[in-house]
């Protein structure tokens, strides 16, 4: 892992961009004496690692005392994409905007972005708790496909936020009730991307004994503040 | 209103029970230098206001600077009930067990239970909002039905949390699109008593901009601490 820049935020967060190899990344870290537990935070497919609801997210948890690192995983973000996934998530759109049906495209563009996504989180996952000031318990946010995978296979991952939820590529909507971590789960309403009843579906399938679901009003991204700050206390009670 | 006894609790918080005519009553407020918001809290029907639980989220809800009051309306907690109403009772909790359908009773219960206690939660509104100390706005916590009657009825409502919400009689699921306050409704994703897609059907109908949907895992008394929490920081928001 290698540092690449580094800016002490006006709330005393130190950011950090790291390269893991081909992997870029953004550590978050606050003013601590003692090591702290890391929440690695992971955007729903293809928006970049710099994408600014993202980054205040990460800014608000590491003020409340936590190491947040995010990376952009192969075919998403700033890393390059192939020709078929470019035209794979154009077919994407138009499905979604004309209702046409959207599975199969869904499945063939999402299906390998988790499956490669899921072996990089790991890796950093190693670099970062190899950091001094990082310790455990492991928090996971986001993207809720990547985290079934990642919670299932990696024991580390001690509590996880999921957000949306409503397409899961099919292999992680099988694995679902083998999560068993605490988890909160956050979707919208009215999200025009994720059908409501195949969200519920999904929180009700994990395994985990104790899950708390979320749901606001409105559309994709219009998630309230506040509940970044109830996912905040939500690591507060299990990871610290 | 007239106060039958009076007990500073070990949280700084005045205890003292009340009677209205022949509603009695118990109220909780803050030491506190200026007047304070109200939270009206109904329990659940029948169950007396000196319950336990009641008593823990009312005492929580005070130690963060707010008056809570509750009371006993016609035929719930110590209240007097009719011979009709006891065998009513007895129906539910048979047809509830056995799994029979519970629609009708529930209504003929129900139904005049919630037209009886509206009218003495609004006398008794307007007699705490008399005392000093106690100021606006005013929030209402709790039964759900009671609650959305009241906030249809009562434009001195200014946020509710209402909880379960799976049985509730035709009258109040049908004004339910009426309630435009800022909503938290909380339900057990496995409320025995409560059919999960009632209460989400019901969540949907609420015509406030701004609701919020909170789900635990386990049956109806099973609901996690941090949603007492959870709900004083929704009072926060909207009633300070």
Redesign the interface.
């Known amino acids: 892992m290698r540092f690449t820049s580094e800016k002490r935020l006006d709330d005393g967060v130190l950011e950090r961009e790291f390269t893991l190899g081909e992997i870029p990344g953004t550590l978050w870290t606050p003013e601590a004496a003692a090591p702290v537990p890391l929440i690695l935070m992971a955007h729903n497919n293809g928006l970049p690692k710099g994408q600014p609801r993202l980054v205040a997210r990460a800014r608000h948890t590491a003020t409340r005392g936590y190491a947040v690192a995010t990376i952009d995983t192969p075919g998403c973000g700033d890393r390059p994409r192939s020709a078929a996934d470019e035209q794979a998530r154009a077919d994407l759109r138009r499905a979604m905007r004309t209702g046409e049906p959207a599975d199969e495209i869904f499945e063939s563009l999402v299906g390998p972005l988790v499956d490669k996504a899921v072996p990089e989180w790991q890796a950093t996952l190693d670099a970062l708790l190899a950091l001094p000031g990082i310790g455990g318990p492991v928090g996971y946010s986001g993207w809720t496909a990547v985290g079934i995978r990642l919670a299932v296979a990696e024991p580390r991952i001690a509590a996880a936020d999921f957000f949306a939820g409503g397409y899961v590529p099919r292999a992680q909507r099988q694995e679902a009730r083998q999560v068993t971590v605490p988890l909160l789960f956050l979707l919208q309403?009215d999200d025009e991307g994720n059908p409501r009843q195949r969200a519920?579906d999904l929180?009700?399938a994990f395994g985990?004994?104790?899950?708390?679901?979320?749901?606001?009003?409105g559309g994709h991204i219009g998630t309230?503040w506040?509940e970044v700050?109830?996912a905040g206390?939500f690591y507060d009670?299990h990871l610290k």
């Open positions: 309403w519920l929180f009700d985990s004994r104790e899950k708390t679901l979320h749901a606001n009003m309230p506040f700050e109830d206390r009670r």
